[in-house]
């Protein structure tokens, strides 16, 4: 990027707060584009000015972008000037007074038990490396709750000698242990014999991959979940490794699991961010009245 003080904003995100890769691409998209709608007007993030900043996010609004997207942009312009500020290289903070647009509450899509079921059940088609790589990833997703790029990128090491208990590493190189359920532990030890038996044996990777990274990409993994949607029968626009990981957080939660425990184990570092699923659970019983309470029920025939 041309600007060095966005350049020492990104390199400090990196160093201090341990940010992973995806996460410093994803600033460096949104403050590219911010340069370059200052840059069209002659500025820069040291010499914009509070009313260039507002006059970028009406901007922003007036292109259609989503509400989610302006206020993601926004945090990231805001954190760039605080930095700037912070380290001396501009002595005001013109993007601290500015109020993004209001986003909508948005609960989070889930699954139902049996629809988890019919999509683990789909998932285990045979004894071949692959079918057993599928089976191994869905059933350990859905016992943990991880992320998708934690799951892709789970070390090898991580399941040898059938553990109890994982060790992850999620965002900003904080770690947690899952727990692994005896499905999950029954699918790696199954799989794992075709794996070190295979060409990728020498991984440091459970799920190893001929590509750059070394392991499964994430792209990929969403391509099997929605193929399995629809060996299931399930509609795959629905369905996604997030999904998963949103299940695995309302079950766990409808069958009275504590708040602060499902905080652990998706690696929440703010228990408001795990606080949405008892909104989901909320919406899912409400439901449930309205559907099969008998004076409910009642009024609809009426």
Do not use: W
């Amino acid at each position: 990027m041309s600007d060095d003080a966005v350049g020492a904003f990104l390199a400090s995100m990196a160093a201090e707060r341990g940010a992973a890769k995806n996460t410093l691409d994803a600033y460096r998209r949104d403050l590219s584009d911010y340069e370059a709608s200052l840059g069209a007007g002659g500025l820069t993030p040291a010499t914009v000015q509070r009313q260039d900043v507002e006059g970028y996010l009406a901007g922003l609004a007036t292109q259609g972008l989503a509400t989610s997207t302006c206020a993601r942009r926004l945090s990231a312009v805001k954190q760039l000037h605080a930095f700037l500020y912070a380290e001396g290289i501009r002595d005001d903070d013109p993007a601290a007074p500015v109020r993004g647009p209001k986003k909508p509450r948005r609960l989070p899509k889930t699954l139902s038990t049996d629809d988890v079921s019919r999509l683990i059940a789909a998932a285990h088609d045979g004894e071949s490396l692959a079918a057993l790589r599928q089976a191994c990833l869905v059933e350990v997703l859905y016992a943990t709750g991880l992320r998708v790029s934690e799951l892709v990128s789970l070390p090898v090491a991580q399941v040898r000698r059938n553990p109890q208990m994982i060790r992850i590493k999620g965002k900003g190189g904080k770690e947690r242990l899952a727990p692994l359920s005896d499905r999950a532990r029954a699918a790696i030890a199954a799989y794992l014999p075709l794996r070190d038996g295979g060409k990728d044996k020498d991984s440091p990777f459970l799920f190893p991959s001929r590509g750059k990274l070394g392991h499964l990409t994430r792209e990929r993994f969403y391509q099997m979940i929605r193929e399995l949607a629809l060996k299931a029968g399930l509609d795959p626009a629905g369905i996604s490794p997030h999904t998963m990981r949103h299940a695995f957080a309302t079950h766990m939660l409808a069958n009275g699991a504590d708040l602060r425990v499902i905080q652990t184990l998706l690696g929440h570092a703010d228990i408001a961010t795990t606080e949405i699923y008892t909104h989901v659970m909320e919406d899912e019983l409400r439901d449930l009245v309205l559907d099969k309470h008998p004076l409910a029920v009642k009024a609809k025939r009426g």
